[in-house]
């Protein structure tokens, strides 16, 4: 039985190499955009050309930015849109300093632990009115546009609410997601058919979708400002809508919604200054991956290799189990930010690693999850890293009648069991899966970047470090690489890891390594969830920008 997996494995890797790679050991599908003045680099071409039309006009990288997140609620809902929340990091290039904003809703005042453990509900669910939280997106916009905008809002939105009505074609791919959510959700939830449907039918590859409850939605924002989403007919509605449909979100709950600008943290690896926000997300995983991972030294350690992929999911393993345990609202936490990503700490979880064998983790010592990302740099120096979410693709299957948005399911990701640090309580923020990267070198702006894709996220950002730091690759090169996801850890609602998990690979992996890895111990197998990721970067010397886009998904950098 095992030599028949292995044989049918390597029929597979061999396969599947050779139709999806190019030559040699260089994966680039493309090579990287160059430009001098703008770049743009999102999930959609058109929501991308938007941003640099904006950008032309003599916005700034927010400006520009805002216009493209817009754009993809309405083009990609599968991903993203005002009924979710919002993270940021950004480059400000007069004062030479980076801000992080966390755009992240709380959960309804009138829902309490107590309501789940009456009806015997042990996990908050996917769907429906219970996991629905305020939504940030809307309130992130205008925090980030009175901090570092200069167009009116009414010009940025403009685009979407023009294509809005007039309509745009769909991709093949956001096609297919919508066709997969949409019938689910058509079966069990109003207002869904009225919304995403065209002509009452699922959207084909190339139809023309239009939104004209969005348009007017994105109009009133344009006009009323934040305040005519979160304190006008657009919450009342909302509100009225999840308790009809037996949720508790209510009006006075997004009338009293902010957003915080918060400090980013960082850890350096190997001369690279890697900047993350603090939780509730989890990008500080990354941070800790990248500690423990700093111990190896990869330069003689080939991509792709046995041990290569080895040390980064044992690495994964071991601080997976931290944020289920410590990972939440920060007004929550119980552990300090600054032990968790101490070097000291690092080493301690390094030294548990066995070189030859997967092991089985637990969190260390006490003492011590559909999204899209975007990114914009403009003429000025300005970047911004945005990641943009309803969680679960479009969310909570909530439409409130004649809007034209979901609201999130972001609720779902509490923890139901008590005292934890992300137990579910009233006007909490929940563990969020979605975050915006960025990284400095010697105090300049070095690269914005993300990696969309729930539990893979941190991994992600940390392969796409790897690959430009430790191994050589370019920007667009360290996107197409083939990739590899690590699954069943302990999960941040209290799922519990039951043993050394599995490691998921992309095609691309040489067989020989891939068996010196299942002879290590790891259950390896296909098909993970392998995000979606955009880049730009920074040349300070030529001054000039790279960019970066996902060739697994619609992506599209552009520049001028």
Known sequence: MKNRFLFLLLIATTFIFAQDRLTGRNFASRSEVIGQHGMVASSQPLATQIGIDILKKGGTAVDAAIAVNAALGLMEPTGSGIGGDLFAIVWDAKTKKLYGLNASGRSPKALTLDYFTKNNITHIPPSGPLPVSVPGCVDGWFELHNKFGKLPMQD?????IKYAEEGFPTTELIAYYLQVTINKYMKQYPNIKETYTVDGKLPQKGDIIKNQFLANTYKKIAKGGRDAFYKGDIARESAKFIQAQGGFLAYEDFATHHSDWIEPVATNYRGYDVWELPPNGQGMATLQMLNIIEGYDFSKIPFGSAQHLHIVNEAKKLVFEDRAKYYAD?????????????????????????PDRAGTFKAGK???????????ADKEGNMISLIQSNYRGMGSGMVPPKLGFMLQDRGECFNLAEGTPNSYAPQKRPFHTIIPGFVTKDGQPFMSFGVMGGDFQPQGHVQILMNLIDFGMNLQEAGDAPRFEHIGS???TGELSTGKGEILIESGFDFEEINKLIKKGHKVGFGGYYGGYQAIMYDAIRKVYFGASESRKDGAAAGY
């Open 156 to 160: 940025i939105l403009n685009p979407s």
């Open 330 to 354: 920060s007004d929550f936490m119980k552990v300090s930010v600054n032990d968790l990503l101490s070097k000291e700490y690092a080493t301690e979880r390094r030294d548990l690693i066995n």
């Open 366 to 376: 006490e003492s011590n999850g559909g999204t899209v990302y975007l990114t914009v």
């Open 490 to 492: 302990t999960d941040f």
